[in-house]
């Protein structure tokens, strides 16, 4: 706000001083010669209007910007958590769809509900068996989360294995190039060896910590080596028609869940109030200089 006030004022006297306005008042007719005149005699009071209104102005412009992106990041941080903007977990009993229910909009995850175990250094680890094909349909993604895109990402995932091990994106410290994750399967603990092809600081589903780094897979290798965890749809639509939709096509639902549209009841509530009253200082600005 300093920077915005000297930059204004500076700027407003540069304009208003003779030189220019001498230049300026020469070629104009009589009244507008006449009105160039009167306008420098009075520089400092311009200057002052001149400054008083870009502040009320940058003010209101600043925090309605301010406003918007603390919202939007806060939608951001509980929408990279769920992964997409609505979460649908299917039932044990049922079998998983064989493609996406939803064409389009949805996409098949399978994700670790116990945290995998990293076998060498016993390290734990989040495991999110996706398809490559339909992922970027639904999931919640950034250009800063990582330095290539996420079909790029999901493009390493089809490579072929490297012998035994399975491609897979790392996400988070901690992560060896290559290791082998302990994961439940049907017959009790199943291992899979996985081989680090890509790296992303974050990615859809990461959850709301980073205590735990985060192995993303193709989902058909853990179908492979038989990991039994809950199949979810990940759909690109938070309507709560979402789950009507897929019952009426046999799906048995657990539950579904949608991240806050909003910020109301989270910490960053006091910091919008604060950036909306500096927003009604701003507005009150522009009336007093409109009055002057």
Do not use: C
Request: hydrophobic share 45%; charged share 20%.
């Amino acid at each position: 706000l300093l920077l915005l006030a000297g930059g204004a004022g500076l700027a407003a006297r540069l304009v208003l001083s003779a030189r220019v306005l001498d230049p300026i008042a020469r070629r104009l007719p009589t009244p507008g010669w006449l009105a160039v005149r009167r306008l420098a005699s009075a520089r400092l009071g311009a200057s002052l209007i001149v400054t008083g209104a870009a502040i009320s102005i940058g003010i209101v412009v600043f925090a309605g910007a301010m406003s918007s992106s603390v919202s939007a990041t806060a939608y951001a941080k509980a929408t990279l958590g769920h992964g997409s903007a609505q979460i649908v977990r299917l039932s044990h009993t049922q079998a998983s769809p064989d493609s996406a229910p939803l064409p389009g909009v949805s996409t098949l995850v399978t994700r670790t509900t116990e945290s995998g175990v990293v076998r060498r250094g016993h390290d734990q680890a989040d495991v999110l068996g996706v398809d490559p094909d339909t992922f970027a349909d639904a999931a919640f993604w950034d250009d800063s989360f990582a330095n290539q895109s996420l079909p790029d990402l999901l493009a390493r995932l089809e490579a072929e294995p490297d012998g035994a091990a399975v491609p897979a994106i790392g996400v988070g410290e901690g992560l060896p190039e290559r290791f082998v994750l302990s994961l439940r399967g049907e017959d009790g603990a199943t291992e899979l060896e996985v081989a680090i092809v890509a790296r992303s600081e974050a990615f859809p589903g990461l959850g709301f910590t980073r205590d735990r780094p985060l192995v993303v897979v193709d989902r058909r290798a853990l179908t492979r080596n038989e990991v039994v965890e809950h199949t979810e749809v990940w759909v690109d639509d938070a309507s709560p028609a979402v789950a009507e939709r897929l019952g009426q096509q046999g799906v048995q639902i657990v539950f579904s869940a949608r991240p806050a549209a909003d910020i109301r009841g989270t910490l960053r509530q006091p910091q919008v109030w604060a950036i909306d009253y500096l927003e009604v200082v701003g507005l009150a600005a522009g009336l007093v200089t409109v009055a002057g």
